[in-house]
């Protein structure tokens, strides 16, 4: 029960990295079930692929084309189109991989879906909102700054949930409140502007 619950908050605070970037936590992950010390035997699994050399290699090439690809004005943008759900796929993944498969199927799953999926789609959610306003004010001249600033979430997240899974997923749940508060606080102000101008 307890590594489960471990398990659970390492997977909280990957998703919520892969909230700021998608290719990050994964291959972190990836490197520490190769060459860490985590207690992850997935050997025999649907997840065996994942600490295999050519995962770990395509994962850093992702990871270095998803960074640049954020400091390139308007295609940072594009990006955020295909990030959300792709997010989705991957605090689910982490999660469902980190709970093991020896937990009961419907369980493993909906916890990862719903504190996976949910985590990473609340703070994607909260990142489009964010470059959106960006680039509406400064015509895209302020997103490098708020790229910078989601690639040290990423990192400090994926490290924290790593290190101190606890901590990172009471860290996640906290800013996944706050980024919700800020998309409800966006969508009411977006619609009284609409009841005025009209």
Do not use: H
């Not at 800013?175 to 977006?190: E, N, P, Q, V, Y």
């Amino acid at each position: 029960m307890y590594e489960a619950f471990v398990a659970l908050c390492m997977g909280v605070g990957l998703s919520a990295a892969a909230g700021f970037r998608i290719f990050l936590p994964p291959f972190l992950l990836s490197l520490v079930v190769r060459f860490g010390n985590l207690n992850l035997n997935l050997e025999g699994t649907s997840f065996e692929f994942f600490e295999s050399e050519i995962t770990i290699f395509l994962l850093g090439a992702a990871v270095i084309a998803e960074t640049l690809g954020y400091y390139i004005p308007w295609v940072d943008n594009l990006l955020d189109s295909v990030a959300t759900p792709a997010a989705i796929i991957a605090g689910t993944g982490m999660t469902a991989m980190l709970l093991g498969e020896e937990m009961n199927p419907v369980l493993q799953w909906s916890l990862a879906i719903i504190a996976g999926g949910g985590v990473s789609a609340g703070i994607q959610g909260a990142t489009v909102v964010t470059r959106g306003a960006s680039t509406v004010v400064t015509g895209g001249v302020g997103n490098p700054i708020v790229s910078t600033i989601e690639n040290i979430a990423a990192l400090f997240f994926a490290l924290f949930a790593l290190i101190l899974p606890f901590l990172a997923a009471f860290g996640a749940v906290l800013l996944l409140a706050f980024a919700i508060k800020k998309m409800i606080d966006r969508g009411m102000s977006t619609g009284k502007n609409s009841l005025q101008s009209e």
